[in-house]
């Protein structure tokens, strides 16, 4: 949720990358 929100409030001219790392350490507290 927390990914999804970070990458929304991101503008779109942020890389890929930047958005997706967002995400991806979202998912690994999440996991954790």
Known sequence: GCGRSAAQRRPSRYQP???NYDI??????ATS
């Open 24 to 29: 991806i350490q979202s998912i690994t507290s």
């Open 17 to 19: 990358s930047t958005w």
